[in-house]
């Protein structure tokens, strides 16, 4: 298919860029990713190009994976066309029920599906408040749920503290960068679940999956390193959960955290 050529091309310049950055991906567990069939996967958010990371992880299992995007990214000039090829969703978070009825639709076509139910990244690097969407429509659809945890990205490029004058942390080009990527064992979502609980149980797990990374040897920070890219409560210097909360804008409806640090 000529979406399927579209997307070859975009991970051989996904890996381009890898190679020229020499990053090193590792991905954990893939074998929780079904070859076949539908399936939900549901990943944190701690970079831009997180994307990029977790279809490259996931590649063992052989499947494209379609992602729930910002929908401004069908606005960047010579990205719309091979994002309608690639069967990649926009996500207005404003309408979001669009987005929802093309994700059903490509899980019910037996796709893999990749949503960030933080609708955002987290300033505080922890598992902010997420949306009700992966669960509603894993009930719907039947479809598994597969977590995904990834880190080290947030070393690539992310958000931060504004400086002085508003502007956010720009791009790292610098070499030798590692990033971890987790699949955990399918979450299934009952006809009878509800879906706060649910979501909550998600909060749980996803927080659970990302501190395992978190703590990994190689991601650690050296001895008097500030470290703004590593979570407070691990010994960093990213904004805690609370220092955050008037940079993290999620929508109204999203469930506030029951999980992580207090």
């Not at 069939?37 to 997180?50: I, K, N």
């Not at 929908?71 to 990649?88: E, T, Y």
């Not at 890219?229 to 909360?245: F, Y």
Request: aromatic share 6%.
């Amino acid at each position: 298919m000529a979406g399927d050529r579209t997307y070859r091309v975009a991970i051989g310049l996904g890996r381009a860029g890898m190679r020229a950055l020499d990053l090193r991906l590792t991905g954990h567990d893939v074998h929780h990713v079904p070859t076949t069939g539908p399936v939900l996967l549901a990943a944190t958010h701690v970079s831009y190009p997180d994307f990029v990371f977790v279809q490259e992880a996931a590649r063992p299992s052989g499947r494209y994976v379609r992602f729930m995007t910002r929908h401004d990214v069908w606005q960047v000039r010579g990205l719309a066309r091979p994002m309608r090829a690639m069967r990649h969703i926009p996500v207005d978070r404003q309408a979001p029920a669009g987005a929802y009825v093309m994700a059903r639709g490509l899980l019910r076509a037996g796709e893999a599906v990749c949503a960030f139910p933080e609708a955002g990244i987290s300033y505080s690097y922890t598992v902010r408040s997420l949306m009700r969407g992966v669960a509603s429509l894993a009930r719907e659809t039947g479809a598994p749920v597969v977590p995904v945890a990834v880190w080290g990205a947030q070393r690539v490029y992310s958000v931060g503290v504004p400086d002085a004058r508003g502007r956010e942390p720009r791009p790292s080009f610098r070499r030798g960068r590692r990033v971890d990527v987790s699949f955990g064992p399918a979450l299934t979502v009952d006809p009878g679940d509800d879906l706060t609980e649910w979501t909550c149980h998600l909060g749980s797990v996803l927080t659970a999956q990302l501190e395992a990374l978190q703590r990994l040897d190689h991601h650690q920070p050296r001895s008097g390193e500030h470290a703004p890219w590593h979570p407070a409560h691990l010994g960093g210097h990213a904004p805690t959960r609370s220092e955050a909360a008037h940079l993290d804008v999620v929508p109204r409806s999203a469930i506030r955290p029951t999980w992580g640090p207090g």
